[in-house]
């Protein structure tokens, strides 16, 4: 598989592994071990987590079932966490964010505790907040860094203006924001975000690369419309189905977006590696962005 430098010294497979949904695949942790090294034999190795999956529980059950159960896996793969949502039931309170330095070097602790590593390849801000200090998160990514806790430091879902007012107070380099984008969410070509990844040349993260599903399932004329698009395509080029494509026309971005697949099943996660095999044409690639558009290009 494809992988894509994200430092000097860090690099992602194409296709990285997302443990949102863990608790709603009812693994054994025989079936988490066995999946998990499914996966790595498929070449993706970079799992993304976050220290609020599964009500602050995933990190835990992954490390707990894997890299415990296998330490030798630990050098084989890169884990990208988040922090900085504090949830209502944690604090009796609010739904609400936290980037305080304090916070931000005790969450980290957390999860390396959880998942039982001494360090973490990427650390990522959840998301933005209106209260976020920018010179406070750069003390906790300094130390950080120098304790080798984190090597790498990026955001998840934030807007440029957001990333640039972040950007401007670090001494370390915004490696990826994770920003969710699908054929069904074009929200990251409109606000500037691929823009910004192109002028920053990094790779963005994907999430939710297949709509939630909605690509397969959804029966608004919209999706509809898309998804006879995507038939049309897969006839043409041979693919296996239209998620085949949906992640070929992800992986074909000169951006060289990284698409997080968040199933637990292993067939669908075959999707996107069998997905790398197939490159569209420039005008197939426009023919889905006008059916997820609705209307032809001006």
Request: glycine share 8%; hydrophobic share 40%; net charge neutral.
């Amino acid at each position: 598989m494809e992988r894509i430098n994200i430092s000097k010294d860090i690099s992602f497979s194409r296709i990285s592994l997302g443990f949102w949904r863990l608790l709603d695949w009812k693994f054994t942790p025989a079936q988490l071990m066995r999946f998990t090294e499914e996966c790595m034999d498929l070449g993706i190795t970079t799992m993304d987590h976050a220290d609020i999956y599964g009500g602050y529980t995933v990190e835990e059950i992954f490390g707990r079932a894997v890299l415990k159960k296998n330490p030798a896996l630990r050098n084989k793969m890169e884990i990208v966490t988040k922090c900085g949502i504090v949830s209502a039931a944690d604090t009796g309170g609010v739904k609400h964010y936290n980037y305080s330095q304090a916070y931000i070097i005790s969450q980290v602790e957390k999860s390396l505790k959880n998942l039982g590593v001494d360090h973490i390849e990427t650390l990522l801000l959840h998301r933005p907040s209106p209260m976020m200090n920018p010179s406070h998160v750069a003390h906790a990514f300094d130390k950080l860094y120098a304790q080798g806790k984190v090597k790498t430091f990026g955001v998840s879902n934030f807007l440029p203006h957001q990333y640039s007012a972040l950007k401007s107070h670090l001494n370390v380099p915004i490696v990826t924001n994770q920003v969710e984008l699908s054929p069904l969410c074009l929200d990251a070509f409109e606000d500037g975000n691929i823009n910004l990844a192109l002028q920053e040349k990094f790779s963005p993260m994907v999430w939710s690369p297949v709509g939630g599903g909605k690509i397969f399932t959804g029966q608004s004329p919209a999706e509809v419309g898309l998804r006879n698009a995507l038939e049309t395509i897969r006839e043409e080029i041979g693919a296996n189905d239209i998620g085949e494509v949906v992640f070929a026309w992800i992986l074909s971005h000169p951006s060289k977006m990284i698409p997080i697949v968040g199933s637990g099943k292993i067939q669908r996660v075959k999707i996107p590696v069998n997905a790398a095999k197939y490159k569209l044409s420039l005008e197939q690639w426009f023919t889905v962005w006008t059916a997820a558009k609705g209307q032809d290009v001006p």
